[in-house]
Structures are given as structure tokens and as C-alpha cells.
């Protein structure tokens, strides 16, 4: 296709959302193309350091206490209403004015899955012959297929939903149902721009996120294989993985070389303040395990809850890539996000998966049933129980499989290959 052309990609939420994108943008833009990367401020020193453009797509503040938003973020029952109709949902105005004058000099827009504003320009500049949309999904459970339903945590209700296709389609039916009135001020804003309430897709939350050129499913087969019920033009491209341009800190760098693997304990840069008791339950772990330990504590005021003195062995750090840690790890406690799962795959060290919400759960379950991890729920996530849970993981069994998967990995370049798809758009315009 010819160089030059102007991606764009609209997208909501952590750092964990954003990192696919930078991976694939940096490729595009090493092939000669302009990328912008339309999200949150908060996002934009880290866009920067990767050399693409940053945008501002969001008319939303950021929160004045962090803790209290991921509190009700990652709340069990009400969490995910908070996050599609109160945050993604309720910013689609502002997001639009702001996404629009942008993506009147685009080429190829690239959504995900809360991108509301994203969406509507998508579908609306590609009928007018503007650009070409795409929309891309991180995780197996953004699709909803009803031949490989996500899990929910619940086993009973998993068991129940999974037996058959059938089945799956009324929790599709269901869900659509509950979540319906999430959407609610996307379907207004559409109203007011003279757009049917909904797109001919459905609801934006579920099929209407998917644009009809094409979606880019950003993780492997052997997370999730395709399925009869995934939208027309799915490209499965695979992890696309962000090299972080951050070095370690040399003390955790000497830390980690300097005695046996430590055990990891991330909940990423959003889940770890909604957990308060997760830190101090890990570091007594590790103490009972007898093992060194790395604490990922995400702020200083998560780190104040924790001795000051730690016991030797056990350091604590704010935040490194996981990237150029978890490969030194015996073992890897994390929350379930798609990006953290995909770098504890690829580092081949077993997993324990403490999910907290959002598609950990499903996560949690495909990592468990590749046989490269075990999973205890937040709400049970305590010393004796971590401890135990990694007792089990911490033999040589866990440990083949996890490399035997890494293996795999190496194969697929998921940044590469969306780059590829999405030059393919871009040049068809």
C-alpha cells in the first residue's frame, strides 16, 4: 500500500487496553505511516515514549481518588455498569467532538470494544467512502461466542452455559438484556445525529462494536480458536506485545539476578487499587513459602500500607515492565488482564490468576485449562490459600508446560500481523 497513510486508533481504558495498540502502531509507523493514538490524558507521556502521536479523545476528568474509582470499578456485581454507562458510555459526546476534526484527515480508524464515539465515526465516515473502519478486540471474551461461552467464575453457571450452543445463545440473549440499558446515552447521542438508535449490527456493547470490514482479534488460538459465531472479516492476528522503552531499575535488575527466581505479584496498574488487602496478603505468602518475592505495589500510597522494613528477600517496586520481569520469576500472581497473561505466558513461568472482573475470570479459566496456571478468586485470596495454591504450581510439571506454551508463542507476531491487516484497509482507500 502506499506510505504515508493516517491510522488511527480510538481506545478506552488501562494500560493494559492501550499497549496492543502502541505495539501495532509502532510497526505501522516503522512501515512510513502516520499514527495517532486517540484515548485518555492520562495516556499521553506513554504514547509518547513510543514515538506515535497522542490525542486527546476523552471528555472525561480524571478521577480525583483513584482508589475509590477502581473500587467501584471492579465492584463484582455493579463494576461493569459503572465502567460501559458511566464512564465509556456517558463520555460519547464529548468524545465525538473531539474524535471527529481527527478523523476527517484518517485513512483507517481502529476501535475497541468501549470506543463508542469510535464506532458511530466509523460507521458513519466509511458509508460516506472517507476511510475504512476496523474494530479490535484483546481478549476471547469480547466476542460472546456462544460455542465457547466466557466464564464467569460462578462453575455452575459455566458448566451450564458451556454445555452447548444452545445454551450459549440464551446467555447471549440474556446478557444483551442486562447490559442493554448500559448503552442507553450511546443510543441518545445516535438519536440527536439523526443515526438509528442502534447500528444494523446491534447494540454497541455487543455486535455493534464490530466493524463490517474487518475485526482483529489481538490474542492466539490457543487462547481462543475461531468460531462459527465471530463477526465476517475476523483476522486472529495474535498477542501484540508493546516493548516497553523503560529499563529496569538496576537494583530490581540486580535483585533478580542475584539469588533464586522470585515469585511476582502484579495486579497491574488499575486492579491493585481496588484490592487493599492483596500486597499484604502476598507478602506473607512469600514469607510462608520462604521464597523471595517481587511486590508490585502501583503507587506510593499502596506501597505505605506495607512495613516499611521488609523481610529480606521480598523487594517492592512501583512498577517495571513485565516484559523484562516475570522471565526472571519462578511463578507470576496476577490479576488475569489479557496483556499481563500474555506476558506470563510468553516469559513460560506458571501463573496464579487472582481475577477481580471484565473478561479476568474467562482469562483466568483458558490460562488454567492450557495447564500453565491456577486461580483463586479475590474474594478468597488470603496467605494460607496463595500460599498453598502456589506450593502446587511451584513443581516441574507447571513449570515444562509453561515453557512448552512459550515455545509456541515465539511462532506469532500479533503486532505484525495486524499491521498487516490494517495496510491492507489502508489501501483500499
Known amino acids: 500500500m502506499p506510505a504515508g497513510r493516517h491510522i488511527v486508533f480510538a481506545t478506552v481504558g488501562s494500560l493494559g487496553d492501550l499497549f496492543p495498540f502502541l505495539a501495532v502502531g509502532q510497526v505501522l509507523a516503522a512501515r512510513g505511516h502516520r499514527v495517532t493514538v486517540a484515548t485518555h490524558p492520562v495516556h499521553r507521556e506513554a504514547i509518547g515514549r513510543a514515538g506515535l502521536v497522542f490525542a486527546d479523545a476523552s471528555g472525561m476528568p480524571e478521577p480525583d481518588d483513584r482508589e475509590a474509582f477502581t473500587a467501584k470499578a471492579f465492584h463484582p456485581w455493579r463494576g461493569p455498569a459503572f465502567v460501559v454507562r458511566d464512564f465509556a458510555a456517558a463520555d460519547v459526546r464529548a468524545s465525538h467532538a473531539k474524535l471527529a476534526p481527527l478523523c476527517a484527515t484518517a485513512d483507517v480508524l481502529v476501535t475497541s470494544t468501549l470506543a463508542f464515539a469510535g464506532q458511530i465515526l466509523g460507521e458513519t465516515l466509511e458509508a460516506a467512502g472517507q476511510l475504512r473502519w476496523l474494530s479490535a ?50 443510543r441518545a447521542f445516535r438519536h440527536e445525529l439523526g443515526l438509528p438508535p442502534e447500528s444494523p449490527r446491534g447494540d454497541p456493547f455487543h455486535r455493534g462494536q464490530f466493524a463490517p470490514g474487518g475485526t482483529l482479534a489481538l490474542f492466539p488460538a490457543l487462547l481462543g480458536e475461531p468460531q462459527p459465531d465471530w463477526p465476517p472479516r475476523a483476522t486472529q492476528c495474535g498477542f501484540a506485545r508493546y516493548a516497553q522503552p523503560d529499563g529496569l531499575d538496576p537494583a530490581l535488575a540486580d535483585f533478580l539476578h542475584d539469588g533464586p527466581p522470585p515469585i511476582v505479584f502484579s495486579l497491574g496498574s488499575t486492579a491493585v487499587h481496588a484490592n487493599a488487602s492483596f ?58 488482564g489479557v496483556g499481563t497473561s500474555a506476558e506470563a505466558l510468553h516469559a513460560g513461568v506458571p501463573s496464579l490468576v487472582v481475577p477481580h472482573g471484565f473478561d479476568q475470570h474467562d482469562n483466568a479459566a483458558r490460562l488454567q485449562r492450557l495447564g500453565v496456571a491456577g486461580v483463586l478468586p479475590a474474594t478468597r485470596y488470603r496467605r494460607a490459600a496463595a500460599a498453598a495454591r502456589l506450593a502446587d504450581l511451584l513443581d516441574a510439571a507447571h513449570a515444562r508446560r509453561a515453557r512448552t506454551v512459550a515455545g509456541w508463542l515465539e511462532r506469532t507476531d500479533g503486532a505484525a500481523a495486524a499491521a498487516d491487516a490494517i495496510g491492507q484497509a489502508a489501501g483500499s482507500t
Not at 146 to 159: E, F, K, N, W
Not at 287 to 312: K, Y
Open 279 to 336: 500486597l499484604r496478603e502476598s507478602l506473607a505468602a512469600a514469607v510462608a513459602l520462604d521464597r523471595r518475592a517481587v511486590l508490585f505495589t502501583g503507587s506510593p500510597e499502596m506501597r505505605a500500607r506495607l512495613p516499611r522494613r521488609l523481610p529480606d528477600g521480598i523487594v517492592c517496586v512501583e512498577y517495571a515492565p513485565h516484559a523484562a520481569v516475570f522471565p526472571h520469576a519462578a511463578a507470576v500472581v496476577h490479576h488475569g
Open 137 to 186: 478486540v484483546l481478549a476471547p471474551a469480547s466476542f460472546l461466542s456462544a460455542y465457547d461461552m466466557p466464564a464467569t467464575g460462578l462453575s455452575a453457571l459455566d458448566r451450564f452455559f458451556r454445555a452447548t450452543p444452545a445454551r450459549g445463545r440464551l446467555l447471549q440473549r440474556l446478557s444483551r438484556r442486562v447490559t442493554r440499558s448500559w448503552t442507553a446515552p450511546v
